[in-house]
C-alpha cells in the first residue's frame, strides 16, 4: 500500500542526546515536511525538502537538523541544542513542485525526555 | 505573514446534526489554497477537504462542504449528517500560491454525541 511511516511511534530521549526520527514515503512525492504539534496548537512547520539533497528551514528550525539523500526518506534529528524536544511530531509529503499540491501525514511520532 | 484563527476550542454536535467550524485567515495573497484536516484520537492528520481560492463555487465532498468567503477571508466547514466518527480535532490551513508554507489553525475539538 502507498503511504507514509513514521517510527518509533515513541521516542525517549535523554538529556544531552540526539535522536532521530524516521519517516519514509513511497508515494513518490517529491516534497516532505516535517512538523510539530504542542498540546492545544496547531502545527508548524521545522524544516521542508523540495527535491533530494535540497532543505529549507521553517518556523522554528532551531535544535533540529535533516537529510534527503533519497527522495523516500527525509529523517529528523532532534538535537541537545532543542532544550524543550517533548513533543508530537508529524511528517508529511506532497508532489511539492507544483506547490500547490495537498501534504499527506504519517502517524506522527511522539518525542519525550527521561 | 499569513494567520490562521479557529475562534471555537471545542464544539459538540448531536449525531445525525448538522455543525459548523469556523475558520478566518489574514492575508495579502491573492491566491492561495485553504484546507480542512482532521486529526482524530490516532493523532494522524487526515486531508477532509480542500478549496482553491481562486474558485468561487464552494467544494463538497460527500457529508462536508466549505462557505468561502473571500473578501470576508472566512472558511468555515459544514458538517451535515455528523456520525460519532466525525469525533476529532479539526484544523484548518493555509498555503500560499508560490510556497511550500502550510500555515494551520490551533483546532477546533468536536465532539460527536449519541
Known amino acids: 500500500d502507498g503511504g507514509i511511516t513514521q517510527s518509533p511511534k515513541y521516542l525517549f530521549r535523554k538529556e544531552g542526546q540526539n535522536v532521530t526520527l524516521s519517516c519514509e514515503q513511497n508515494l513518490n512525492h517529491d516534497a516532505m515536511y516535517w512538523y510539530r504539534q504542542d498540546p492545544g496548537q496547531g502545527l508548524r512547520l521545522i524544516y521542508y525538502?523540495?527535491?533530494?539533497?535540497?532543505?529549507q528551514k521553517g518556523d522554528i528550525a532551531e535544535g533540529y537538523s535533516v537529510s534527503r539523500e533519497k527522495k523516500e526518506s527525509f529523517p529528523l534529528t532532534v538535537t541537545s541544542a532543542q532544550k524543550n524536544p517533548t513533543a508530537f511530531y508529524l511528517c508529511?509529503?506532497?508532489?511539492?513542485?507544483?506547490?500547490?499540491?495537498?501534504?499527506?501525514f504519517g502517524p506522527g511520532t511522539r518525542l519525550l525526555v527521561l | 505573514a499569513q494567520t490562521v484563527t479557529q475562534s471555537q476550542p471545542e464544539m459538540s454536535v448531536q449525531e445525525a446534526e448538522t455543525v459548523t467550524l469556523s475558520c478566518t485567515y489574514d492575508?495579502?495573497?491573492?491566491?492561495?489554497?485553504l484546507f480542512w484536516y482532521k486529526q482524530p484520537p490516532s493523532r494522524q492528520m487526515i486531508l477532509v477537504i480542500r478549496?482553491?481560492?481562486?474558485?468561487?463555487q464552494n467544494a463538497t465532498e460527500n457529508r462536508f462542504s466549505v462557505n468561502f468567503q473571500k473578501a470576508a477571508k472566512s472558511f468555515s466547514l459544514k458538517i451535515s449528517d455528523s456520525q460519532l466518527g466525525d469525533t476529532a480535532m479539526y484544523f484548518c490551513a493555509f498555503m500560499k500560491d508560490n510556497n511550500n508554507d502550510m500555515r494551520f489553525g490551533a483546532g477546533t475539538r468536536l465532539t460527536v454525541k449519541p
Open positions: 525538502s523540495q527535491i533530494v539533497n535540497d532543505f
Open positions: 508529511a509529503s506532497g508532489r511539492g513542485a507544483a506547490l500547490r499540491e495537498t501534504q499527506y
Open positions: 478549496q482553491e481560492a481562486y474558485k468561487q
Open positions: 492575508t495579502s495573497e491573492s491566491n492561495y489554497y
